[in-house]
């Protein structure tokens, strides 16, 4: 099944994370979606966003992709789902460090902060 993201931002999310999922630090194997795309897709630009799109490890029930997915909760408290009224650049990525990402629409990472025990 088609993600629908142009191959020049799949390539450009990939490069970004290093290849490496960021969630784990784990070699990657799928782009995430933080905005879900919902059935059928969407048509909304910020979709396929590099701000809206992350490399993870595993597919949609395996390693932190399915983690994501099985723990929806959790994962818009701490940015890996982003509501579709909220805007994805504004919303920090939390990795599994603590450190909280800005993914940017240009397609870089900005640190924002680190968690405190």
């Known amino acids: 099944m088609s993600s629908g ?9 990939i490069d970004r994370d290093g290849r490496l999922c960021r969630r784990c630090g784990r070699p990657g194997g799928s ?10 897709g969407s048509r909304d630009p910020k979709i396929n966003s590099p ?11 395996a390693g932190c992709h399915g983690w994501i997915e099985a723990h929806r909760t959790e994962s818009y ?26 993914l940017t629409t240009d397609g870089l990472a900005v640190p924002a902060f680190r968690r405190t025990a």
């Not at 782009?31 to 059928?40: A, K, N, T, V, W």
């Not at 701000?51 to 029930?61: D, E, I, M």
């Open 77 to 102: 408290m701490s940015g890996w789902l982003v509501h579709r009224y909220e805007d994805p650049e504004t919303v920090p990525l939390i990795d599994m460090g603590g450190v909280a990402w800005v």
């Open 51 to 61: 701000a809206n799109l992350v490399f993870v490890c595993g597919h949609g029930t």
């Open 31 to 40: 782009i995430h979606h933080r905005i879900p795309r919902g059935m059928g």
């Open 5 to 13: 993201i142009p191959n020049a931002i799949r390539q450009a999310v």
